[in-house]
């Protein structure tokens, strides 16, 4: 047996005994699909920060974390009787070879190859409709892009980039009519629908909306913590600034960004 091969026979050996009605945890006990779910997309968050910071020594805790919520979801099939690990490695590793059919048959790789055999998986599984299978659970963002990516595969979609700008702007000038009467459910549906149109612009970009996102976030930590410390050098805070001092630091710190070599 191959090192991963032990290594996977151990992790699921290890959650089985967590899980024992037994001698296991009595947490691990409790646990159920649902109150697991969002460990799963926490991980994988943590997965993506990991990457993004390029700290390669802790990737793989990270990815074990990941790994963890496979075997922890496949244990709790495999107690049901629906399903286990196996079932799942061999499911994924079935898709990948039925997907791959210019590296693991004859048949030459063609554009658009990859969704079209999504398609035809929805199809079997009677997913009829043009938006079907795209997850309820995903980021809205991401969610957001998929809709509209699935959409534009049918023909509904912008022929430029620069239209679906003049979209946003649109879209804007919606939110700010409604920002002038007051109607918070108002309000929500235009700044969800602006939202919604900066995702497919991203999409029509070849961008991902939740990167684009979370480069402004760290941006916008980078930057509003230099003002913090900028301040700490003057042995003053945040609260004993005034809003001009602040917004004066920031400009302050993005000159300092542009002056960087």
């Known amino acids: 047996m191959s090192d991963a091969a032990q290594a996977i026979q151990r992790l699921i050996e290890i959650m089985a005994r967590l899980r024992d009605p037994n001698d296991g945890c009595p947490w691990d006990r409790e646990q159920d699909f649902a109150s697991i779910a969002p460990y799963a997309i926490e991980e994988a968050y943590e997965v993506a920060d990991t990457i993004a910071r390029e700290d390669w020594t802790a990737l793989p805790d990270e ?57 035809q998986e929805r199809l079997s599984r009677q997913d009829n409709g043009a938006l079907a299978g795209i997850p309820l659970g995903l980021p809205a963002l991401l969610r957001a892009r998929k809709l509209s990516a699935r959409a534009a595969r049918v023909g509904f979609d912008w022929a430029t980039a620069a239209e679906v700008a003049d979209k946003v702007d649109e879209e804007i000038a919606e939110l700010k009519v409604e920002l002038v009467s007051g109607d918070r ?77």
């Open 185 to 261: 459910a108002r309000i929500a549906d235009e700044l969800g629908d602006v939202l919604f149109t900066v995702a497919t612009l991203a999409r029509k970009l070849d961008l991902d909306p939740e990167d684009c996102l979370r480069q402004a976030n760290a941006k916008f930590t980078r930057r509003f913590t230099a003002v913090e410390q900028d301040l700490a050098g003057q042995g003053r805070t945040l609260p004993d600034a005034t809003l001009a001092e602040m917004e004066a630091g920031w400009q302050a710190v993005k000159r300092r960004e542009r002056e960087a070599p």
């Open 63 to 119: 990815l074990g974390d990941l790994l963890l919520q496979v075997a922890y979801h496949a244990r709790m099939a495999e107690e049901a009787g629906w399903f286990d690990f196996a079932t799942v490695a061999t499911m994924i590793g079935d898709k990948m070879i039925r997907r791959h059919p210019h590296v693991f048959g004859d048949t030459p790789l063609r554009p658009g190859q990859w969704e079209d055999g999504k398609a």
